[in-house]
């Protein structure tokens, strides 16, 4: 797959690296040594010794960048892009995606998770913080194993279903399952790959579920509870009828609120329950593309941000986006946000930061991705900022915004993952885009064919 062994050093010249360290430092004039998968050093150019490196990679038009992480994508539904139009949340779940998701099998899911893990690798993402589906939730580990890239994923689960009654397993199943599966896939693939704990959202599961759910993560240390919270208003209106509480005030009555926890969206949340977020250290996963798409509102992050809680950012699922680009997530989480907050507000930097070390912080993985440093991990990616509609300066002035408001997937040259080229100079060393895009449509006729 890749050329590079586990032993090799590699080195990487760029023309300039973005850190995202503390001092958000941009360096200049400095090569990257990469040793057993890690960044063993910062070498200046003029000491370089290319005869010790098994790979010297000259990559002096390029700039080099941490690999980004998405807190909340759904990689069972890319398949289903295009396919779950102008729907608001509820609807768009009770008509369109859980009847989808309900259909998958092993194999629909397996090629479901390679075009989601090629699609995300093109666009430069390293790392992921994934839903799951129902059922078959080892399919979707193992690919993550076998791809390469670093993540969380886990059965998403769901023991109620007013919206669509078939899909939906019992409590006893639930909680056996995801013991297995914890226990059979977190900490697995080197270290790359973690379990989370996935209950789908409120409305889908009964108290029990919640609460037994968070006591079994107590024995796999560094899994995440991840679930989708205070999405849109029709959501948060059923909540109430059901608890006579908001729905975050619910997850902390029933003590599931932590720092191990990733909720997905809140967009619509009460002074009350922000200060519920920032007392538990919350971590919420913000998906502008979808909020806007199923119409659900503009979530208050630079609310958030001044009062301390922390916000990173997912394209959510391919059908509510229709893209896994985070590059459309960055973009769209400052410019929403500017004309309600003021033009300053949401800058590129920090909008780089929540897509960069902030993401690896939410995820409690900031000791070994994140940022370009000495002893991380080498989750990197290098892109082409020399293109027409890219900035024309090389000042450290224009980077940020030239990342976030001028640049697309497409500047992605080169990622690599744990030391390894997954992607390289634009072509995918995981995966063939002409077979797995066949096979996702194949794939796909036949699940339609199996929903009644
Ligand atoms: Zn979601």
Redesign the pocket.
């Known amino acids: 797959m890749s050329k590079s062994k586990i032993g090799d050093k590699l080195l990487i010249i760029p023309q300039k690296i973005v850190t995202a360290d503390s001092k958000n430092r941009i360096l200049k004039g400095i090569a990257v040594e990469i040793t057993d998968g890690k960044i063993s050093s910062f070498v200046s150019k003029e000491e370089i010794q290319k005869e010790n490196y098994a790979e010297v990679y000259n990559a002096s038009n390029l700039i080099l960048i941490p690999g980004f992480i998405q807190t ?3 990689l069972s539904q890319t398949l289903f892009r295009g396919l779950a139009e102008d729907l608001p949340l509820l609807e768009w779940l009770r008509l369109k995606i859980f009847p989808f998701e309900n259909a998958h099998n092993n194999e629909s899911l397996l090629i479901t998770a390679k075009l989601s893990i090629n699609e995300l690798l093109m666009g430069g993402t390293t790392t992921f913080l994934d ?1 799951g589906t129902l059922r078959y939730g080892e399919v979707v580990l193992q690919e993550m194993i076998d791809s390469g890239i670093r993540g969380f994923s886990g059965k998403c689960l769901i023991d109620i279903n007013d919206l669509y009654l078939e899909f939906k397993s019992s409590t006893n199943e639930e909680i056996n399952e995801i013991r297995n599966l914890a226990q059979n896939y977190h900490n697995t693939g080197d270290g790359r790959i973690k379990y989370s704990f996935s209950p789908r959202f409120v409305l889908s599961c009964t108290e029990e579920l919640l609460k037994e759910t968070k006591e079994i993560m107590k024995d796999f240390p560094g899994s995440i509870y991840h679930t ?1 919270s205070s ?1 849109s208003l029709q959501e948060i209106d059923e909540v109430r009828k059901r608890f006579h509480k908001e729905n975050i005030e619910y997850f902390n009555s029933i003590g599931v609120l932590d720092d191990h926890t990733v909720l ?2 809140c967009v619509h949340t009460s002074d009350n329950e922000r200060k519920m977020l920032k007392d538990r250290n919350t971590r919420i ?1 913000h ?1 502008p593309s ?1 909020n806007m798409k199923l119409g659900s509102g503009i979530a208050p992050i630079p609310q958030y941000l001044k009062e301390g809680i922390s916000v990173t950012l ?1 394209a ?2 391919a059908p ?1 986006n229709n893209n896994l680009s985070i590059f459309n997530e960055m973009r769209l989480a400052s410019l929403i946000q500017k004309p309600i907050y003021g033009a300053e507000s949401m800058d590129a930097q920090t909008i780089f930061r929540m897509a960069t070390i902030e993401g690896a912080k939410a995820l409690h993985i900031q000791d070994e991705v994140g940022s370009v440093e000495v002893g991380k991990k080498a989750d990197l990616v290098l892109m082409d900022l020399d293109s027409y509609s890219n900035s024309y300066s090389d000042s450290d002035e224009s980077i940020y915004s030239d990342i976030i408001f001028s640049s697309t997937t497409e500047n992605v040259r080169s990622v690599m993952v744990d030391g390894r080229w997954l992607i390289k100079g634009r072509e995918s060393l995981v995966y063939e885009h002409k077979e797995i895009i066949s096979k996702g449509r194949e794939e796909l006729t036949k699940l339609m064919k199996r929903i009644r």
């Open positions: 909340h994508v759904h839903m989708h999405e997905a969206h996963a998906c979808a997912g959510d699922g509510c």
